[in-house]
């Protein structure tokens, strides 16, 4: 095959660059309210000011470390393997497992020893083609699973359990606030905003993916949705998300052009796209081949 060559968006950078700034910003701003502003050095005013200031230093560190770690040269991929027009290459051969990042919004490329060998960032020009494509070559490395076979990736029992501490808490510290308006009004505010994200959370991601032979059943929202091999029209990799939020997830493309994302949440991208893609290609050659000759 040719070599393709593929590039870093220059937009993401800019991207990063504006985030950086104004963390550093609102940090500044911050320290300097309460250097200037006695009024402002209250019990809350300290909670406010470190509950924003944790949040923008998670920022600057996320985009500084994010930054400094991504490559400007452009991606080649060829017949021989991943590299980089400036040193960093694997060839097909010698790639062990691919692990996406993405806290720094990557996808790395490991050899048998674990060392991380190329990275292909996110903000790559078509970075879903190029990741597909690599995932694709290297299809042959997952092991074919015995169907139905679930996927399911539900919040750890001791996330459970700190959010449900996290209820007790702010709803003792409503009872005892009740004399101290503010208070007790910040304390519902955070239990709304937590209960908000919670059900958002459960009502649009995938909960559990059932690949069967015949077909996907997605549970999502309020109850499972089933997708039959037959109504589909391509199974793909896909960076979905806007920015510094990039993430992989796999698309199901039916043959009315409407689409779907399936992947469960905290699941292995790669090994739900392999799996759904096999099952798909099993169910679609069965189906044609059980067509009438005049109908195919």
């Known amino acids: 095959m040719a070599a393709q060559e593929f590039r870093v968006q220059e937009e993401s950078r800019r991207d990063q660059l504006i985030a950086i700034g104004s963390s550093l910003f609102f940090l500044a701003v911050i320290a300097a309210a309460l250097w200037t502003r006695p009024q402002f050095r209250t019990s809350l005013g300290f909670a406010i000011a470190a509950a924003a200031a944790l949040f923008f230093a998670w920022t600057l560190e996320r985009e500084v470390q994010a930054l400094r770690s991504r490559k400007n040269w452009p991606v080649v991929i060829d017949d021989h393997g991943v590299r980089y027009a400036s040193p960093g290459q694997i060839t097909w051969a010698e790639i062990a497992g691919l ?126 949705r089933v997708l039959s091999y037959a109504d589909i029209e391509a199974v793909s990799l896909f960076v979905v998300g806007g920015k510094a939020e990039r993430h992989l997830n796999v698309k199901v493309t039916f043959r009315d052009k409407s689409a779907t994302y399936v992947l469960p949440w905290r699941c292995d991208p790669f090994e739900v796209y392999a799996a759904v893609k096999a099952a798909w290609e099993r169910g679609r050659t069965a189906a044609v081949s059980a067509m009438p000759a005049a109908a195919r």
Do not use: N
């Not at 990736?153 to 003792?172: E, H, K, S, T």
């Not at 905003?193 to 958002?200: E, N, T």
């Not at 649009?204 to 499972?224: F, M, N, Q």
């Open 99 to 224: 692990e996406p990042v993405p806290a720094l919004q990557r996808v790395d490329l490991c050899d048998a020893q674990g060392r991380v060998r190329v990275s292909l960032p996110y903000d790559l020009e078509d970075a879903h083609e190029v990741v597909q494509f690599v995932a694709d070559m290297l299809a042959d490395r997952w092991p074919e699973l015995p169907l139905p076979h679930d996927f399911v990736q539900d919040l750890p029992p001791q996330m459970l359990a700190a959010g449900a501490a996290l209820i007790v808490v702010l709803g003792g510290a409503i009872y005892w606030l009740r004399s101290r308006p503010m208070l007790l009004l910040a304390c519902v505010g955070a239990m709304a905003v937590f209960m908000a994200g919670y059900a958002v959370w459960r009502l649009g991601s995938v909960r559990r993916l059932t690949v069967g032979k015949e077909g996907l059943t997605v549970a999502k929202g309020s109850g499972p």
